[in-house]
T-cell receptor, first 112, second 113 residues
Framework: DGGITQSPKYLFRKEGQNVTLSCEQN?????MYWYRQDPGQGLRLIYY???????QKGDIAEGYSVSREKKESFPLTVTSAQKNPTAFYLC???????????FGDGTRLSIL | GESVGLHLPTLSVQEGDNSIINCAYS??????FIWYKQESGKGPQFIID?????DKRQGQRVTVLLNKTVKHLSLQIAATQPGDSAVYFC????????????FGTGTKLQVIP
């Protein structure tokens, strides 16, 4: 079955530590996205990528970094510069504009 | 700044009644709109979409209406069922070279049996 896989489901970060969230898709989609969701709130765009080796900052990119070396993969690193990283992180992909995004089941990041 | 927003944070409806969830947007460059349903602890699921050259689109038990004059989007769910209980988000695709998609705050739909 085609889909998006996010791992791990739960992640804990220590102070001053960088952590990387994995997102893999086998849908052959060009565009991929990372969103952050805080309790009782909507999704805020962190980064998005339209094509391999290219990505754009979203609305809340500070403290985060991404790479897009392969079409299937779009990992998100939460750096120590992100002072409030506790949230639910969602990855999405889509084939092209004017088509809906497909979402993974998220990674919940907490601070130790 | 321009954003997508929702009028009602929580909506309670009786099972079998129709539900209407509203969304206001302010970005005139948006050309494609999507409604998603999110259940607790899961990623959003696609419900229905509409392009800016349309006013209405129907799916199975769902209808999306787009009023570009007042920049308003609505999702109508017919004969609401307990399984419809979830948070509903509207999202907008901003026209341009990159595929930026932004989301509204969300409306929680509670179906009363």
């Amino acid at each position: 079955d085609g889909g998006i896989t996010q791992s791990p489901k739960y992640l804990f970060r220590k102070e001053g530590q960088n952590v990387t969230l994995s997102c893999e898709q086998n849908l052959n989609h060009d565009a991929m996205y990372w969103y952050r969701q805080d309790p009782g709130q909507g999704l805020r765009l962190i980064y998005y990528s339209q094509i391999v080796n290219d990505f754009q900052k979203g609305d809340i990119a500070e403290g985060y970094s991404v790479s897009r070396e392969k079409k299937e993969s779009f990992p998100l690193t939460v750096t120590s510069a992100q002072k409030n990283p506790t949230a639910f992180y969602l990855c999405a992909s889509r084939r092209q504009a004017h088509q809906p995004q497909h979402f993974g089941d998220g990674t919940r990041l907490s601070i130790l | 700044g321009e954003s997508v927003g929702l009028h009602l944070p929580t909506l309670s409806v009786q099972e079998g009644d129709n539900s209407i969830i509203n969304c206001a947007y302010s970005n005139s460059a948006s050309d494609y709109f999507i409604w998603y349903k999110q259940e607790s602890g899961k990623g959003p699921q696609f419900i229905i979409d509409i392009r800016s050259n349309m006013d209405k689109r129907q799916g199975q038990r769902v209808t999306v209406l787009l009023n570009k004059t007042v920049k308003h989007l609505s999702l109508q769910i017919a004969a609401t069922q307990p399984g419809d209980s979830a948070v509903y988000f509207c999202a907008e695709n901003i026209r341009g070279g990159y595929q930026k998609v932004t989301f509204g705050t969300g409306t929680k739909l509670q179906v009363i049996p």
